[in-house]
């Protein structure tokens, strides 16, 4: 039997396959297979997920392991914020380590282990970078000059104004009024621009966010490869920087903001390592939802979930209970 664990960050949830425990590791195009199904929400496992979260063993000296992340379209990303949260919690408690680094797409990225946030709601701190501004590296076409901060672009909206950059998967951020927010205004733009379009060949993940007091932002996320999903963390981390650099934030450098989602709520910490050189850090739970045993055939076969074993944690009422007693207050 092998073991599987559905995850959540913020309520952003996947499931979480350690490959080096498998005798026959899947290949790329059977996790992607696998990503479509297990996350189906019909017809996957335990009513599906965002996504696929795959540890491997790291392809070079430093990272304790690799985290790949693949959505539940069966698009690989390059980064996943949420995710990798709960994949440092699990290379933590196999390799006995508070801080390490993780190996992904395209870097080894900090993480470390933070205090528990409440009984049964663990907390981890991982790294958001490298960031960039070049339309290049998102990709994004058609819109005019970079870089895109706090700039009208009447092709995509009318009124809005946004901030676009890779984190390093790519990100199209907008302050928008709480009307706006409860509105289906996300969803359309989100839908339209992770089609086929002449601005974001590779799709977008779109980030609406409302800003609550000077270190309080709500935000709202369609995620590439996903939809509307509770959080998304590489998002959150984006807006973040896009609030320092274009809202006239009372909010500074280094300094903790909260971000409230659907799904609870993270920190941001926004780091300036020199002129036009940015990172953050995102602080917030790593949970884990079950345990599943299942033969390691089935995920191979990826369409037959009846031979699944779970064991349900008790972490998630947890986590209700926390965000039950930590709602946004707003100033
Ligand atoms: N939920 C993630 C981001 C996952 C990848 C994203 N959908 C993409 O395609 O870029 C997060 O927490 O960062």
Not at 63 to 77: T, Y
Not at 118 to 137: K, R
Not at 259 to 286: C, D, F, K, T
């Amino acid at each position: 039997m092998t073991t599987l664990f559905k995850v959540q960050g913020s309520n952003n949830k996947f499931f979480l396959l350690d490959q080096t425990q498998l005798s026959q590791p899947l290949a790329t195009t059977e996790l992607q297979k696998l990503a479509q199904n297990i996350c189906h929400p019909q017809t996957g496992l335990l009513h599906g997920a965002d996504g696929l979260l795959v540890i491997q063993d790291p392809s070079c000296p430093g990272p304790i392991g690799q985290m790949r992340i693949f959505n539940a379209d069966g698009s690989q990303a390059s980064m996943c914020g949420n995710g990798l949260r709960t994949v440092a919690r699990y290379l933590g408690a196999k390799h006995h380590l508070k801080q390490f680094q993780v190996e992904t797409l395209t870097a080894n990225l900090q993480v470390s282990q933070q205090p528990d946030w409440a009984p049964e709601v663990p907390a981890f701190s991982v790294e958001i970078s490298p960031v960039s501004f070049n339309l290049q590296d998102l990709p994004c076409t058609n819109l005019g000059e970079q870089p895109i901060v706090n700039q009208p672009l009447p092709e995509l909206d009318p009124q809005l104004k946004f901030t676009a950059l890779a984190v390093p998967n790519p990100h199209l951020i907008s302050f928008v009024t709480s009307t706006d927010l409860q509105g289906s205004g996300l969803e359309k733009l989100g839908h339209r621009l992770n089609q086929s379009n002449p601005y974001f060949p590779d799709g977008v993940n779109v980030s609406w966010a409302q800003i609550l007091g000077p270190h309080k932002l709500f935000v709202r996320t369609f995620e590439r490869g996903v939809g509307l999903t509770n959080a998304c963390g590489t998002g959150m981390s984006a807006t973040c920087l896009a609030f320092l650099l274009s809202q006239s934030a009372t909010a500074a450098w280094d300094e903790l903001i909260t971000v409230y989602n659907p799904g609870g709520q993270v920190q941001v910490r926004v780091h300036q390592s020199s002129p036009q050189h940015y990172w953050m850090e995102l602080i917030g739970n790593a949970s884990i939802m079950d345990r599943i045993e299942l033969p390691e055939s089935d995920l191979h076969r990826a369409n037959d979930w009846t031979h699944a074993i779970i064991h349900e944690s008790s972490e998630t009422a947890a986590y209700e209970k926390f965000v039950q007693e930590h709602q946004p207050k707003i100033n």
